[in-house]
């Protein structure tokens, strides 16, 4: 790792070293990084993982960590950040670059700002713009890929290149890049998106944004959804009991609201009927009051938190792809 700090010292790229995961990182897990290198432009992106590659260093990109899980027990040797690359431009009326560094919610604000429409599901999603194309983010029936024209890419040597949309293979939660067809790093996006009111844009982001809030935990760190799929029906599928009860729970309180006007505010009922039907047992609930599918951090470590996944798993025959990235040491 000297050799490497010693080179970025020389280069003037900004770096930290030795960072504790826990504080850092979104989910407030992990061990420590000892060098973290933050790239300033496309550029210095390159020049760095030039330099990575010669030295046949690993490294491991990240952008805002809201959807990777680091262990608690690993130390790891070297991250490079996207979170410096902050390039925003209107290139037209309705398409716009953005840099990969920058949050979901600002660049869908700012088409909010231009009247632009296609984004609005995308504005509660923690996530940078590297990280969302990496998995195809969306919500709400909104995705990145149908408003990205293309990307700027630094592949594994250091050259820039640029890739169309229809090159990145985006599928649900799924791309090249996730299924390691392509490597390297995504350090800019171009948008493609439509004109549209601007007061219409605005209300559906206030919709999608109190449904979120209702939805989603926010007491307790966590990566949003754990799998892509619904793992209360992959688990209703095995145990009858299951099925009914939670398909009355959905039924009575979110489709027909006949016991309330207002959808309840978890599932902690639901949750503990599966919980006590399955036996499974737990010292410190690892999953959210809301949903079952999310894991949340409340102190009770990576090892709790990966057996939780694994049981999950396998109660639902392993049908439904995992959305949240453990990150091994490497
Ligand atoms: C509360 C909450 C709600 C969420 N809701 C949603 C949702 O509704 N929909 C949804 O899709 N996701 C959701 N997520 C998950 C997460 O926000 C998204 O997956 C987001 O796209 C991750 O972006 P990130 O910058 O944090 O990437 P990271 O978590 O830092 O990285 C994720 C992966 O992307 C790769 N990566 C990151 N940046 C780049 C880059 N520039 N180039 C190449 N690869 C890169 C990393 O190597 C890693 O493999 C939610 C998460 C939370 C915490």
Known sequence: MELL????????????????????SYMKTGGKVFVLIEPASSEEVSKCVAFLYSQNIKFKVIGATSNLLFLDDVDYSCFLTTAGLKELKLVDDAEFIAGSGHMLPDISRYALYHSITGLEGLEGIPGTVGGAV??????????????????????????????????????????ALKSGELSGIITKAWFRASLGNVSIIENKMEIYHSKRHKYQDF????????????????????????????????????????????????????????????????????????????????GQGTDEMIRYIEEIKTLTNNLIPIENEIVEKF
């Open 5 to 24: 700090t010693g080179w970025l010292n020389e280069n003037g790229v900004k770096h930290s070293l030795d960072i504790e995961l826990s504080e850092f």
């Open 134 to 175: 990496f998995m195809n983010a969306g919500a709400y029936g909104y995705e990145i890929k149908n408003v990205l024209k293309a990307v700027e890419f630094v592949d594994l040597t250091g050259a820039i290149q640029e890739y169309s949309v229809e090159q990145l293979k985006l599928k649900k939660r799924n791309s």
């Open 219 to 298: 007491q307790f760190p966590n990566l949003g959804s754990m799998f892509s799929g619904s793992i209360y029906r992959a688990l209703g599928n095995r145990d009858k009991y299951i099925y009914i009860m939670s398909t009355l729970f959905y039924l009575l309180n979110y489709k027909w609201k006949i016991l309330r006007r207002e959808a309840p505010l978890n599932r902690k009922w639901i949750n503990d009927i599966i919980i006590k039907r399955l036996n499974l047992k737990y010292d410190i609930q690892p999953f959210s009051n809301k949903t079952m599918n999310c894991l949340v951090n409340r």
